[in-house]
Structures are given as C-alpha cells and as structure tokens.
T-cell receptor, first 119, second 115 residues
Framework: AQTVTQSQPEMSVQEAETVTLSCTYDTSESNYYLFWYKQPPSRQMILVIR??????QNATENRFSVNFQKAAKSFSLKISDSQLGDTAMYFC????????????????FGTGTLLAVQP | KAGVTQTPRYLIKTRGQQVTLSCSPISGHRSVSWYQQTPGQGLQFLFE???????NKGNFPGRFSGRQFSNSRSEMNVSTLELGDSALYLCASSLGFLAGSETQYFGPGTRLLVL
C-alpha cells in the first residue's frame, strides 16, 4: 500500500525568505503523480503544484518549485519569497496509476505541514 | 469557469439521523471523488465516480454511500449518523484519468457536525 509521510508538523518562515517542506512516499508503482495542495484557514483545498513521476524535470509554478527525487521517493516543496498569504496547511498527495477498478484518481495524503509566514 | 460547488456548506445533525451532501463538479469534468477530513484521521478517501459508476471505494462502513448523475453531479449519503462522522467532507473533480486530465480540484467542503 502506498503511504505519504510529512515529517514536519509545523514550520515558520519570515516574509520574503525561502522555506522547504518535506515529503516522502512509498510505492511499488513506476508511474504516478505527486501533488502539493494548500489549505488556508478558509479550508478550501488549493492545488499548488503537480509532478508526473516519469518526468525528470522538476515542476515549477511561479514562486513554488519541487525537488523530486524518484529513487529516494522524496518530493519536497520550496516556496521562495514567502508571502503572508502563503500561511496555510500544506498537504503532499500521491496518485497512483491503478486501483481495484482500473485507473483511479484516488489521492493519498500526508498529515500536512502547518506553515506560518511571519511579518 | 465556475469551480467545484458543494451544498450545504454547514450542517448540524443528531445521532441516528441521515444526511445527503451534494457536489457539482467543474463544467466538463466527469470524475468526482469524495474525501473526509478530521483532526484525528486526516484526509481519507471515501469514493470515486466516473460516468455514473463507482470506480473505487475507501475503507468506510456501508453507512456511507454515494452516486453520480448523468450531468456528473454527485451526492453522498451517510445514514445512521454517529458522533465520529463529524468532519469536513470535501468533493473534488477532474476531467478524467488520462495524463494531464487527472488533476483534482476541490470544492469548499461541507462541514458536518453530529450532536
């Protein structure tokens, strides 16, 4: 069974600085997708970034980038130039390629990292 | 495009009652998934629907059920509510399952409180 581990329950960063959130996962599949979602106090789950496992290149979305290490099964999120609006719970999520009924979009989530951006 | 919508946003029920939650996916999205979020268990997958068929189901008791309609809208039902069913229920939609269409977008959630 796949698992996702986020070992940092809480992190804090100063505004304008850079922070890295860690995520490791376990799977025997060769093709899969990884995501970072943020959940601000409003509880709305917002997609931050997506990575396809068969792509070597790390995904980037503006100030957000990932360090995807497939062999190490590691998928960390780097937030550059942190802003107050980045304060949120961040979830790492795994989507495999096959479920019991064939292709599935089922996401397995980590326990989350609560990021606080300080002014 | 409008995002995923969920109704109602808040709900208070008592033990033993049943509840129905509704989810309207992004226009054109045919896959809908449901998740339960609690402080103790985190985010857990409930079920997934595509073209009115349940494709996958999480490890929840039979009191939890769902369905999808021909317009891709989905409902989930919880019968005989228990205190432990208090949670935020999130619905997510995606285009399909092929690469590039698998990304899920979430609704604002329905917060259920069982007294």
């Amino acid at each position: 069974a796949q698992t996702v581990t986020q070992s940092q329950p809480e992190m804090s960063v100063q505004e304008a600085e850079t922070v890295t959130l860690s995520c490791t996962y376990d799977t025997s599949e060769s093709n899969y997708y990884l995501f970072w979602y943020k959940q601000p106090p409003s509880r709305q789950m917002i997609l931050v970034i997506r990575q396809e496992a068969y792509k070597q290149q790390n995904a980037t979305e503006n100030r957000f980038s990932v360090n995807f290490q497939k062999a190490a099964k590691s998928f960390s999120l780097k937030i550059s130039d942190s802003q107050l609006g980045d304060t949120a719970m961040y979830f790492c999520a795994f989507r495999g390629d096959e479920g019991d009924g064939g292709a599935t979009n089922k996401l397995i989530f980590g326990t989350g990292t609560l990021l606080a951006v300080q002014p | 495009k409008a995002g995923v919508t969920q109704t109602p946003r808040y709900l208070i029920k008592t033990r033993g009652q049943q509840v129905t939650l509704s989810c309207s996916p992004i226009s054109g999205h045919r896959s809908v998934s449901w998740y339960q979020q609690t402080p103790g268990q985190g985010l857990q997958f409930l079920f997934e629907y595509f073209s009115e068929t349940q494709r996958n189901k999480g490890n929840f008791p039979g009191r939890f059920s769902g369905r999808q309609f021909s317009n891709s809208r989905s409902e989930m039902n919880v019968s005989t509510l228990e205190l432990g069913d208090s949670a935020l229920y999130l619905c997510a939609s995606s285009l399909g399952f092929l690469a590039g269409s698998e990304t899920q977008y979430f609704g604002p959630g329905t917060r259920l409180l069982v007294l």
